[in-house]
């Protein structure tokens, strides 16, 4: 257990709709990462907030977005879903920056249908 | 664009041996290289490693960078069933988000 807490664990949508994912932070951290999985290859990186500014974009388009809030918690928001969207959502929280310092969450499973 | 391969996709091996497996990367911008262990969901980190080229190493797992061919392999001897996952290698670049770039995994069984 590494204290990044996700939800809801599992998701299901149907195409054009909108979803909302969330993920609590290891406490005292104050940089949340997201990324998708889709089945069977490795996390892509879809974008971190350091202190509730974007800090970084992988190359996915503006339909996703995020907020991070107050207490650092974070959500990851998806607008007009897409079958290829189903995937496992793992957010990761850290206290700086750095890479290696993430924890991760168990991440949210969603498909879209 | 940043790319990291790993290989073999998977490896059914049984308790007691030794397997090696391997990443290789095309990155702009190289900061570190990590290693992590995905058993369900969460990714549990292993290993980073650096251009130094330091081997690291945590009981049966050890890990070392080629930063001439820009790869870098995990060994983990003495296999055992616990052993079982999917094994992510990620490189870390020197970014806004110092962003990492994951391969696709390997997975490895080990069978009693």
């Known amino acids: 257990e590494t204290g990044v807490t996700q939800s809801p664990t599992h998701l299901i949508k149907t195409r054009g709709q909108q979803v909302t994912l969330r993920c609590s932070s290891q406490s005292g951290h104050n940089t949340v990462s997201w990324y998708q999985q889709a089945l069977g290859q490795g996390p892509q990186f879809i974008f971190q907030?350091?202190?509730?500014?974007?800090?970084g974009r992988g190359n996915f388009p503006p339909r996703f977005s995020g907020l991070q809030f107050p207490n650092y918690s974070s959500e990851l928001n998806v607008n007009a879903l897409e079958l290829d969207d189903s995937a496992l959502y793992l957010c990761a929280s850290s206290l700086g920056d750095r890479a290696y310092e993430q924890f991760f969450g168990p991440g949210t499973r969603l498909t879209v249908l | 664009e940043d790319k990291v391969v790993q290989s073999p996709l998977s490896l059914v091996v049984h308790e007691g041996d030794t397997v090696t497996l391997n990443c290789s990367y095309e990155v702009t911008n190289f900061r570190s290289l990590l290693w992590y262990k995905q058993e369900k969901k969460a990714p549990t980190f292993l290993f980073m490693l650096t251009s130094s080229g330091i081997e690291k190493k945590s009981g049966r797992l050890s890990s070392i960078l080629d930063k001439k061919e820009l790869s870098s392999i995990l060994n983990i001897t003495a296999t055992q069933t616990g052993d079982s996952a999917i094994y992510l290698c990620a490189v870390e670049a020197i970014s806004a988000g110092n962003m990492l770039t994951f391969g696709g995994g390997t997975r490895l069984m080990v069978k009693p």
């Open positions: 907030y350091y202190r509730e500014e974007e800090n």
